[in-house]
């Protein structure tokens, strides 16, 4: 998309949210109390012998995602797409010299994406492109027959999660955000020790995105900063949270929301913008008003009284961390260091060799079998080729995705209503049940 499109839609998502308080839910939810098709929690898409897959964006994520893809044996690249051409050619020639098919390129224009996913001979579009594209895309690529899948987050107004949701349920095509953090190895290990009850019963967990990204938001793309400043022009025109499924996506599984719980309702706040203006003053650099707030804290509570902590700023000289905390009747993880305590001495964490034994005795299946090949692919210690294994082994395989539409609804709508929170002064705000009351049957989601 032309940074000029992409502007003029995001100020016109800032405008409807700051007009009059913000939307209400009953606007947001009205037209969607019917459902257009049938359910997808545990949907089976008949099995095929090998994905073939369209990659849209081929920038930061998209060149990740090519090699990675690339060594599957049960996926095919066959179809590129990118707004500059050399992009493509780039990742064309490398799939050539790595002896897989010429893929089908497509470059230059600002709607010839819409041409890939009208491509016959493809199952599977993924989009790796800024987060405006991601709803408009994968709706059209559900719209051709084709399976779809993005980058997080996956929509950024509740309206368009409504949208991703009803345009699976009516094409019965698959649908699932590309949240590696799901794949992480000490992700897994908590989601391990959860499923066997060795925490108890769980009460609380936090989640967060907490990365300086202050040289990429205001750094051109030729010095590591983001196509258009994409990413800054967000920071200017919004506040609450707008990458909250890093940190929330994990702790989402450990609860089993959606399948046996939902998340009911929110309060969100924001610190006032400090960062960012400061940075940019400090390398002299003109700077429009930012409105995104450097930390932003929200409050979620689910049907069954749980809580979960969302974190996010991106402005602020801290460590990386996820949080990545579960809490229950018998014990804690808490990661950023991975510590772990469980009773009768969770007064304190256990030691190092205590640790490494109860880790060695729960590590997740996923990993047991497939770490050592994950961590020599690389992609954020390994986690980013598991999601991708584990995509396209369902696909294959006539199997439910491990993340479906709801999750990707009900993660990302965070986007719209923390904002609509924090400027409403950190009222409480409802969150929809996209599943249409689906989660109190739906079973469990096994990775």
Same mark, same amino acid.
């Given at each position: #998309? ?25 606007? #947001? ?8 098709? =049938? ?10 012998? *090998? ?11 998209? !060149? ?28 064309? *020639? ?232 579960? !809490?229950?009747? =018998? ?37 047991? *079998? ?12 390994? #986690?980013?080729?598991? #999601? ?39 009222? =409480? ?19």
């Amino acid at each position: #998309m032309k940074r000029r499109t992409f502007l003029k839609q995001a100020l016109s998502v800032s405008g409807a949210l700051a007009a009059g308080g913000c939307i209400s839910l009953p606007e #947001m939810n009205s037209g969607y109390v019917d459902r257009k098709g =049938k359910s997808m929690a545990g949907f089976r898409a008949p099995p095929m012998e *090998k994905v073939r897959i369209g990659v849209i964006g081929l920038g930061h994520r998209g !060149s990740g995602a090519i090699p990675r893809l690339a060594m599957l044996p049960n996926a095919e690249i066959l179809a590129l797409c990118d707004l500059i051409e050399d992009r493509v050619a780039r990742q064309a *020639k490398f799939l050539t010299e790595k002896g897989r098919p010429q893929p089908k390129c497509y470059a230059g224009s600002a709607e010839i994406w819409k041409t890939l996913c009208e491509q016959p001979d493809l199952d599977l579009i993924y989009i790796c492109t800024p987060w405006l594209c991601h709803t408009p895309m994968a709706v059209h690529a559900m719209q051709c027959g084709k399976h779809a899948v993005t980058e997080v987050p996956a929509a950024v107004t509740v309206e368009q999660c409504w949208q991703l949701v009803d345009t699976s349920e009516s094409t019965r095509k698959h649908f699932m955000m590309l949240e590696n953090c799901c794949y992480g190895e000490n992700e897994l290990f908590a989601l391990n020790l959860c499923r066997k009850g060795i925490l108890g019963e769980l009460v609380h967990g936090e989640g967060a995105y907490i990365h300086d990204l202050r040289a990429s938001k205001w750094n051109a793309e030729q010095t590591g900063g983001y196509q258009g400043q994409w990413r800054l022009a967000w920071s200017q025109q919004h506040t609450g949270n707008p990458y909250p499924t890093h940190g929330l996506g994990p702790v989402c599984r450990y609860l089993d929301i959606n399948r046996g719980d939902r998340m009911m309702t929110l309060t969100s706040m924001s610190s006032d913008p400090v960062g960012l203006a400061r940075y940019a003053a400090n390398k002299q650099i003109k700077a429009t008003p930012i409105r995104q707030g450097d930390m932003n804290c929200t409050l979620i509570r689910t049907y069954r009284g749980r809580t979960i902590l969302v974190q996010h700023d991106t402005t602020s000289p801290r460590p990386y961390s996820r949080l990545n905390l579960i !809490s229950g009747t =018998k014990g804690c993880v808490a990661d950023y260091p991975l510590r772990v305590a469980l009773e009768p001495n969770a007064h304190q964490w256990m030691s190092a060799e205590e640790l490494a034994k109860l880790k060695a005795a729960h590590a997740h299946p996923l990993w047991q *079998k497939q770490g050592e090949l994950a961590r020599k692919q690389g992609g954020h210690g390994g #986690m980013d080729f598991l #999601m991708d294994y584990r995509l396209c082994h369902c696909l294959t395989q006539g199997l439910p995705l491990d993340m479906d539409v709801y999750d990707a609804a009900s993660w990302s709508c965070l986007v719209e209503l923390t904002e609509t929170s924090v400027l409403k002064g950190g009222t =409480k705000v409802d969150i929809p049940d996209f599943t249409r009351r689906g989660w109190i049957t739906a079973a469990r989601s096994e990775v």
